[in-house]
């Protein structure tokens, strides 16, 4: 779900992507399905209209946007830039601390198994010393 808010009322809501949604307050439809060629920029302190989607990815690497801002066509309410265009280097991320984590599990799983041997030799040890 994503977290859109209403152009007319301002009203904040949830909607689905690729499907057509509705303002809950004002009933705005919104045909979300429908891929815009120009984005609306809402920044902190002002309004950027007629953006096309290179333009808007070039200005998230520079810097000059934030994920966070706000983006809206004329076929969604506004939503964060984040939302509109899911970042690629996210998902590389998330598979390379997924390796991480899976070497870093089987390096523990290795060491407990170490240290259990360990254990029981000292344990045999301890017995013969003792007879």
Known sequence: MIKGICKNCSAEFSYKAGKKTECPSCGRTYPVK?????????TGEETKQGLSEKEIREALEKGTLLETDMAATVYTPWTEIKNLFPSKKAAVKES?????GYVLFIF????????????????????????
């Open 96 to 100: 390379k601390a997924y390796i991480a």
């Open 34 to 42: 429908k891929k815009a060629a120009k984005f609306d920029i809402m």
């Open 108 to 131: 523990s799983l290795l060491i407990n198994i170490i240290l259990i041997c360990i254990i029981h030799l000292q344990q045999e040890k301890i017995e013969i010393l003792t007879r």
